[in-house]
């Protein structure tokens, strides 16, 4: 199966335009071959396609809103745990709050810097090793 996470989205978007072309511009030399028999036929045809495209539009919107809800979900319990945690941390006798407070810092700017930039598989793996150990 085609994975298209490997590839940047310029060649894909360049790819599937020039397949577009291509299709329109064979759909209008069978069409001018043919002859122009039916044009209600096509009217009828782009209305159908059209709505097609409207409800893929729709469908395409709500999962993205699930996922933006999901995500915005669990950014905000992460948040409110390590607020949590910092509070609790600071109750900690004195050599081992300042420990618990300077860890708790470390894995926040780890999370931060994976958020900043789109890291490889590689250094996601290590990014995350690092935060949990």
Not at 22 to 42: K, P, S
Not at 74 to 81: D, G, K, P, Q, W
Not at 83 to 99: I, M, S, V
Request: charged share 20%.
């Amino acid at each position: 199966m085609l994975n298209l996470g490997n590839y940047e989205l310029l060649p894909i978007l360049l790819v599937s335009v020039a397949a577009l072309l291509a299709a329109c511009e064979f759909g209008r030399w069978l069409g001018v071959r043919i002859g122009n028999r039916g044009e209600e036929d096509i009217s009828t045809l782009e209305g159908a396609v059209l709505g097609l495209l409207a409800l893929m539009i729709g469908f395409t919107f709500a999962m993205s809103l699930a996922r933006f809800e999901g995500r915005r979900e669990a950014i905000l319990v992460e948040a409110n745990s390590i607020g949590t945690t910092a509070l609790r941390a600071r109750l900690l006798p004195a050599p081992h709050n300042t420990e618990s407070v300077k860890l708790l810092k470390d894995y926040v700017q780890i999370r931060l810097d994976i958020t900043r930039r789109v890291p490889s598989p590689a250094e996601l793996s290590a990014v995350i090793t690092r935060s949990s150990g």
